[in-house]
Each structure stands twice: as structure tokens, then as C-alpha cells.
């Protein structure tokens, strides 16, 4: 990605966390990114054009931050063998509870995207195979974990934890739940769903 | 409650939903409600009070159509026996997920509020105590279910099945989950809380 374009996605990205996707004028993104509008438009042709890349930068930060991409970077946990698959899920779940900037601002505007796809379904698709594709991650682990679990109980389960995830964030980001309570009503989740699928066969 | 009064608190919950809190000027509170701004000031003093009381609206609201406040009304769900507190606690929180203007409405400008609070405290105490108040009406309930299990592991488990139910909400609004598989995952999740209690004993 060129440098302009990182600045123009991460600009909009601070812009959507801090106005909403209703607060996103290309004007007022132009100047956060220290670019003209024309170039805006150049890359990302109109509004919608910005909120859809805009979405893929968030969630493709939120790979990075959570070790989901492969990376580790400064992640307050250390990373365990790939070989755990429980502890790889720990991890990647957790990880989106962190004090960081970063973090806080990413989450947010993952949120406000949610919130505005209530009224405009310009980013339904997007959102909805995001979604899935977070789901689905989720649910490799958990197989992995529970080897003799019925597929329908393991995605029930995903559907369910990353549910649970962006209720805790919101919480959390909203400062009516500690983020240190937040990871242990997570981690609880993990546990208990684990606990289930293992104590079901195929 | 007078009926003008009345009339301002729903224009609030309806524009809140519509524009978010950013979105609500007293001006087009006064039009929505037909009142003049005098009057809202009148009320509800400045624009902190307005949201507030249209906080307690929206909660008091919630109550009525989840049948929490002890109303039946036009529920799709028969009222179990007082005596059954888990299909007393489905009821609660499925009646969280129906698709009518009203409960869209109140859920879309609850997560405004609460999302308004990101960056503006202003609301923080009262979202809190709501926030506990519902938790500790579900905790009440899974008691009452597994009347063995420890406190810590009822408030733990109550906390995350209204977070998950905040979760599934968001996106069963946003379009991303159909309201009946949004239904199915929240009935999943109390079962597997309340098996996970029953496992338990103090």
C-alpha cells in the first residue's frame, strides 16, 4: 500500500472512531490525511469506496494486533505453540482487549460501521463476510480443540463467542466494564464452551 | 408521566435511533415531539437531562416489552409459570429479539447512548447502573435455576449473557444475523450457563 493511501485509511479510520460514519466528511478526512480531496477520490473514487477500504484496513489491523495474521509484535502474551489450540484462541480472542490507543480507536470505528450498516446497507456484504470469515477462524480452533464436537455445535459456539467479544468491547470502550474483567469474562466463555463441545460426540 | 412529556421522551428515543446522540438538537426534538423548546427545557433542563431521562425511558420501555416489568401484553411467547425461572429468563431476554419498529427502535437508541459514551461520560453512571440492575435480574433468575451453584459463578455467567445478548442485538439491527438464529444462539447460550451451573456446588 502507498504511504498516501495508508494515511487517507488510517485518517478514516480516527475520523470514523471519533464522528461516526455520519461525522465522515471528505473534506474534513482530507485534512486529518494532510492530502487533497481529488486525491481521495483518485484512490477510492466516492464515500462508499472510503467506509469499504476503510472497513479492510480496521479489520486487517485487528488481524495484526490480535496475532491473527501471524505476527506477534508487542503483544502483552506470549505466543503459544501452534500446537494449542485453545491457547491460540485465548490469545487471538483476548488480544482484542487491550489499553491501547490503537486498539480503542480500531474497535470503535469497527463499531460505528456496525452501527451505521442499521440505516444504509452499503457495507451489509462487506460486514456480513467479515463476519463469517472471523467466525470461521474461530470455529478452526475450536475443531481442533474438540476433535469429536458435531460441526453445528462448534459454529454455534463461534457465533457465539465473537458475539459475546463485541458486547464486552462495547462495554469496555464505553468505560462501564474494566478491560481486566472484560478478559475474564471472555476467557470464562472459552472455558465453558470448550468444556461443552468436549463433552459432546459426534 | 404527562403526555407532553411523554411525547418529548419518544421523539428523543426516535431521533437518538435515527441520527445518534451527535444527530439530536433540541430544535428538531421540538418539531419531532410537536412542542415548542421552551417546553423541553422546561422539563428536562439542557440537553444532559434530555438524554437521561431518555435513557430511563428506553430502559423502562424494555422492561415492558420484555415482560420484566411483570406485563404480558402482545408477546409472541405465552408467560410461563412464575415457578419456572429458566423459561422465565428465555422470555426475558428473547423478547430482546423482535422484529417491531418499537423494540428495533428502543435497542438502536440504547447502543447510540451507550455508544455516545465512548467519549463523553456524561451518561456513564446511569448506563452502569442499568447495566447492573439487568444483570443482577438475570443472576436473580439463574439462582433460582441452580439454586446450588456459587454467587460469583451466577454473576459471572449473568454478566456475560447480557453481553452476548448486546452483541447479538447489534447485529441482528445492523442485518447481519437473522432475528430467528439470533434467537436460537441466545437460547443455546442460557442452556449451556445454566448446565454449567447445575455442575457446580457452593
Chains 1, 2 share one sequence.
Not at 18 to 25: D, Q, S, T
Not at 30 to 35: H, K, S, T
Not at 81 to 90: G, S
Not at 172 to 186: E, I, K, N, Q, T
Request: proline share 4%.
Amino acid at each position: 500500500m502507498s504511504d498516501r493511501r495508508r494515511a487517507i485509511l488510517e485518517g478514516a479510520a480516527r475520523v470514523i472512531a471519533r464522528r461516526g460514519v455520519r461525522g465522515l466528511r471528505v473534506s474534513d478526512l482530507a485534512a486529518e490525511a494532510g492530502v487533497s480531496t481529488a486525491l481521495i477520490y483518485y484512490h477510492f473514487k466516492d464515500r462508499t469506496g472510503i467506509l469499504r477500504h476503510a472497513l479492510a484496513f480496521i479489520s486487517d489491523r485487528a488481524d495484526r494486533y490480535t496475532g491473527a495474521a501471524g505476527e506477534v509484535g508487542a503483544a502483552p502474551f506470549a505466543a503459544p505453540p501452534a500446537a494449542d489450540p485453545r491457547r491460540l484462541l485465548e490469545r487471538i480472542l483476548l488480544l482484542e482487549f487491550q489499553d491501547l490507543p490503537e486498539v480503542r480507536e480500531n474497535s470503535t470505528a469497527w463499531g460505528e460501521l456496525r452501527a451505521h450498516t442499521i440505516f444504509d446497507p452499503e457495507l451489509r456484504d462487506e460486514l456480513t463476510a467479515a463476519g463469517a470469515a472471523w467466525a470461521e477462524e474461530v470455529a478452526d480452533l475450536l475443531a481442533a480443540a474438540c476433535p469429536a464436537a458435531p460441526g453445528a455445535a462448534v459454529t454455534a459456539a463461534a457465533e457465539r463467542l465473537t458475539a459475546l467479544l463485541e458486547g464486552l468491547s462495547s462495554r469496555w470502550l464505553s468505560g462501564l466494564l474494566p478491560v481486566g474483567h472484560a478478559r475474564d469474562l471472555m476467557r470464562g466463555a472459552i472455558g465453558i464452551e470448550i468444556g461443552r463441545l468436549r463433552s459432546l460426540t459426534t
